[in-house]
C-alpha cells in the first residue's frame, strides 16, 4: 500500500493512488496536560482551538512548514495513516511526505523519522514546489521553465522547475497564517476589538481580497472590546481588510521577484510565455492571481483545485514510484 501525505501546517491532506484524496483535515491535535495524552486530532481538534479549559491544548505540532512537536507530529501521522487504511491495519504503507523546499537536513529527518515512528514501512519525502508543479498538471520534466508559486499556511514558496528538477528557488515563512495574524492586529489596533485566530480566517474567506475593491464588501464581525471588556459587533469592509494583510502580500512578491531574478534567461522566457502557477490554499485569496500579474508583468494563472496540488503530486509520484526515486527524493 502506498500512502502521499501533505503535511501542512494548516491542513493535512492524504492521497492514496486510484482513490485520489481521502482525507483533509486539519493539522491540529488537542492534548489533554496533566496526563499528556492526545484527545483528539484533525477536525474535532480544531473546533476547540481557543475554546479550551487550562487542562487542554489545542495546537498545531508545525510551525511554518516544520516540526516543532515531535511527538504529537508523530501522533497525527500515525491517526492519519489508520484512518485511511482502515482494515488493511497490519500491512505498513509506504509513505511519502511533502516537505518545505526549505527545510534543513535535520528538519527533513525529522519527517522522515515521525513517519517511520507512526508505522510506515519506508519513508520518503520530496519538494513541495515540485510536488505541486506535477500536481497542478505542468510537465515538469520538459526541458522548458515553469514556475510555481505555492502559498500555504506556514510557507511561500517560488520555484522554477526544469527537466525534473528546482532550477531558482526561494521561500518565506509567511503564509496565510501571518496574514490572519495581520488581520487580527490590525482590528486590534483600528478598533480597539480582540477577535480569535478562527474569526481572522473567517474574515479572509469572506471579504479579503488581494487588490483593493471599487465596490466594497462588508461584514459584522464578532469579539471582544479591549478598553471595556465587554462583547461587541462591529461592520468591516473588504478595503480594510486588503489594508491590513498588504505586507504579508508584499513579502510574497519579493519573494516572487527574487525568483525571477535568479531565473536563466532561456528559462524566463518560457515563463513569460507561459505565466507562473498559484497553487496552496493563499491562491483562494481573490484577486491574488490579478495582484501577481500587476506588480510582476508577467501572466499568472491559478491551478485548478489549488488546495490539492501537493497532495495529487504525491499520488503521481507514488505511481511511478521506481522512476522517481533516482531524481526527486531522499529516502531513509
Request: charged share 25%; hydrophobic share 45%; proline share 5%.
Amino acid at each position: 500500500m502506498k500512502i502521499g501525505i501533505d503535511l501542512g501546517t494548516c491542513n493535512s491532506l492524504v492521497f492514496i493512488p486510484k482513490k485520489g484524496v481521502v482525507l483533509n483535515e486539519p493539522s491540529v491535535v488537542a492534548v489533554s496536560v496533566p496526563e499528556n495524552k492526545i484527545l483528539a486530532v484533525g477536525d474535532e481538534a480544531k473546533e476547540m482551538i481557543g475554546r479550551t479549559p487550562e487542562t487542554i491544548i489545542a495546537y498545531r505540532p508545525l510551525k511554518d512548514g516544520v516540526i516543532a512537536d515531535f511527538r504529537v507530529t508523530e501522533a497525527m501521522i500515525r491517526y492519519f495513516l489508520n484512518k485511511v487504511q482502515g482494515r488493511l491495519r497490519f500491512f505498513r504503507p509506504e509513505v511519502l511526505i511533502g516537505i518545505p523546499a526549505g527545510v534543513t537536513s535535520t528538519e527533513r529527518r525529522a519527517v522522515i523519522e515521525a513517519a517511520m515512528q507512526a508505522g510506515a514501512k519506508s519513508a520518503y519525502v520530496a519538494k513541495e514546489p515540485v510536488l505541486a508543479a506535477i500536481g497542478a498538471g505542468i510537465p515538469i520534466n520538459s526541458s522548458s521553465g515553469n514556475m510555481i508559486i505555492d502559498i500555504g499556511g506556514g510557507t511561500s514558496e517560488v520555484a522554477v522547475i526544469s527537466l525534473g528538477g528546482i532550477v531558482a528557488c526561494a521561500s518565506s515563512r509567511v503564509g496565510g497564517d501571518k496574514m490572519d495574524e495581520a488581520i487580527s492586529i490590525f482590528i486590534k489596533e483600528k478598533y480597539n476589538l480582540a477577535i480569535g485566530e478562527q474569526t481572522a480566517e473567517e474574515i479572509k474567506i469572506k471579504i479579503g481580497f488581494a487588490l483593493p475593491q471599487k465596490k466594497e464588501e462588508v461584514m459584522e464581525i464578532k469579539g471582544r472590546d479591549l478598553l471595556e471588556g465587554l462583547p461587541k459587533s462591529i461592520l468591516i469592509s473588504s478595503n480594510e481588510i486588503t489594508e491590513a494583510m498588504s505586507n504579508q502580500l508584499q513579502e510574497i512578491i519579493t519573494v516572487i521577484k527574487t525568483v525571477l531574478r535568479d531565473t536563466p534567461p532561456e528559462l524566463s522566457a518560457d515563463i513569460i510565455n507561459k505565466g507562473m502557477v498559484l497553487s496552496g490554499g493563499g491562491a483562494l485569496l481573490r484577486k491574488i492571481d490579478e495582484l501577481f500579474t500587476k506588480v510582476t508583468g508577467v501572466p499568472c494563472y491559478i491551478a485548478d483545485e489549488p488546495m490539492l496540488c501537493v497532495a495529487k503530486g504525491t499520488g503521481a509520484v507514488l505511481e511511478h514510484l521506481e522512476v522517481y526515486k533516482r531524481s526527486l527524493m531522499t529516502q531513509k
